[in-house]
């Protein structure tokens, strides 16, 4: 069975330029969340969708960024323009939706996003 | 807003001893998770905690609720190469709210 399926595994971009990154769940998972990983802030949870629909996104840090998930199996997160502060690892997580069965939320491998 | 302080930050110890790390908070919580990361990787789930006071193990890790459903901690026996890696803590509010707060996470570093 695959995992939370993310791309791309790295991106390097010049400060202005449009950065999208991609994720495709577990299917049947209807809970898809988007992470942010830096040494400064740790973990940061930034949107999560519920069967495709935005539910939080108080994490979002800016406009800049956005995220969609147009189907059950692909979300992307855009930034738009990047900045360097955007250097992070953004992670694309899933999970299904009934608490206290172990389904906890699954974690893709991650994107690591440099701006330059 | 909530505060949630994981520690120690980083360890480093000898492989064969125990370790144990914690997380404490000023909310409640009803459900803590434990997660590790190893490098160029996502975070894995390890133990999952859904009720007060509830001690779950899962091979050599240990996890408990704690009974004020404001801490959790997380035992690791016999440690070997291989539970080299970050922790977190990663607990939840409400049932039916999916969004996880990660704690500032736990390094484990092995001597030889």
């Known amino acids: 069975d695959a995992g939370v399926i993310q791309s791309p595994r790295h991106e390097v971009t010049e400060m202005g330029q449009e950065v999208t990154l991609r994720c495709k769940p577990i299917?049947?998972?209807?809970?898809l969340f988007w992470y942010r990983q830096t040494m400064m802030r740790g973990l940061e949870l930034l949107i999560y969708?519920?069967?495709?629909?935005?539910?939080?996104d108080s994490g979002m840090p800016e406009d800049r960024f956005s995220a969609k998930m147009p189907n059950a199996s692909f979300s992307t997160l855009k930034i738009q323009p990047s900045e360097p502060r955007d250097s992070a690892v953004y992670f694309c997580?899933?999970?299904?939706?009934?608490?206290?069965?172990?389904?906890?939320?699954?974690f893709g491998q991650g994107t690591r996003l440099t701006v330059v | 807003g909530q505060q949630l302080n994981q520690s120690p930050q980083s360890m480093f110890i000898q492989e064969g001893e125990d370790v144990s790390m914690n997380c404490t908070s000023s909310?409640?919580?009803?459900?803590w998770l434990w997660y590790k990361q190893d490098p160029g990787e996502g975070p894995v789930l390890l133990i999952a905690?859904?009720?007060?006071?509830e001690l779950t193990s899962n091979g050599r890790l240990t996890a408990q609720f704690g009974i004020t459903r404001k801490d959790s901690f997380l035992n690791i026996s016999a440690s070997i190469p291989s539970d080299v890696g970050i922790y977190f803590c990663?607990?939840?509010?409400?049932?039916?709210?999916?969004?996880?707060?990660f704690g500032t996470g736990t390094r484990l570093t092995i001597i030889p």
């Open positions: 905690l859904y009720k007060a006071g």
């Open positions: 997580a899933s999970s299904v939706g009934k608490t206290g069965t172990g389904t906890e939320a699954f």
């Open positions: 969708f519920n069967n495709n629909v935005p539910i939080d």
């Open positions: 299917s049947g998972h209807d809970y």
């Open positions: 990663a607990p939840r509010a409400n049932f039916g709210n999916e969004k996880l707060t």
């Open positions: 909310s409640i919580f009803n459900t």
